[in-house]
């Protein structure tokens, strides 16, 4: 079974650039996060989804930041325009109510965003 | 707001050792506790989950122990090997919104 998808895997960009990264979560699992990492930083939650509704977006800066997730499934990230400050690794991982083991959430590999 | 500790930020030993790496957190009221591994350039993997019930978790080599009263939990690595060096953070799960409260986690180096 293949785990969470995210792309691109790198993106270089120059600052007030739009960028977007795009996830598909585990097959099933209802549960989406946006997880934002700083260099030698834990990552830290930008918007949860349950199914197609963003139940947890406090952490998002909504100024240039925006998230979707169409019929439950896929997502995107967006942020434009871009700044210095949003150079990060930016992980998406998925979770289930239904599984053995609840709230273990799986993650993706991320996308390395360099902001120039 | 829960905050999460994990001292030291990097630790190098090594192989066959023992060890043993600390997270302390703020706010005892989790609903459970995970810990992750972080290869470079990689996502997260989960470790192991302690639910706040629970006392400790044992995968393998790996056992990881909860003190919910205290705000600590301990992961201990036993007869560690090169393949082990990694980024290892953990989380606790706080709130009906079961959201994750990350350290900056503890990098490993395990020396052969």
């Known amino acids: 079974e293949a785990g969470v998808v995210q792309s691109p895997r790198y993106k270089i960009i120059e600052k007030k650039q739009p960028v977007a990264f795009w996830c598909n979560p585990i097959s099933g699992h209802n549960t989406l996060y946006w997880y934002r990492q700083n260099l030698g930083q834990g990552p830290e939650l930008l918007i949860r989804?349950?199914?197609?509704?963003?139940?947890?977006d406090s952490q998002l800066p909504k100024d240039r930041f925006s998230a979707e997730r169409l019929k439950g499934v896929d997502s995107t990230l967006k942020i434009q325009p871009a700044e210095l400050g949003d150079s990060a690794v930016y992980l998406c991982?998925?979770?289930?109510?239904?599984?053995?083991?609840?709230?273990?959430?799986?993650f993706g590999a991320g996308t390395r965003l360099s902001v120039l | 707001k829960q905050e999460v500790t994990q001292i030291p930020a990097a630790l190098s030993v090594p192989e066959g050792e023992n060890l043993v790496l600390n997270c302390s957190f703020t706010?005892?009221?989790?609903?459970?506790l995970q810990w992750f591994r972080q290869d470079p350039g990689k996502g997260l993997t989960s470790l192991l989950l302690?639910?706040?019930?629970?006392r400790e978790q044992t995968s393998g080599r790996l056992n990881a122990s909860l003190d919910k009263s205290s705000g600590r939990s301990t992961l201990y690595i036993a007869a560690s090997q090169p393949g082990d060096s990694a980024t290892y953070l953990c989380?606790?799960?706080?709130?009906?919104?079961?959201?994750?409260?990350f350290g900056k986690g503890i990098t490993l180096s395990v020396r052969p």
């Open positions: 989380a606790p799960t706080t709130g009906a919104n079961s959201k994750l409260t």
């Open positions: 989804y349950e199914n197609e509704e963003a139940v947890d």
């Open positions: 302690i639910q706040s019930s629970q």
């Open positions: 706010d005892s009221a989790i609903y459970n």
């Open positions: 991982a998925s979770s289930s109510p239904w599984d053995g083991t609840k709230n273990i959430q799986y």
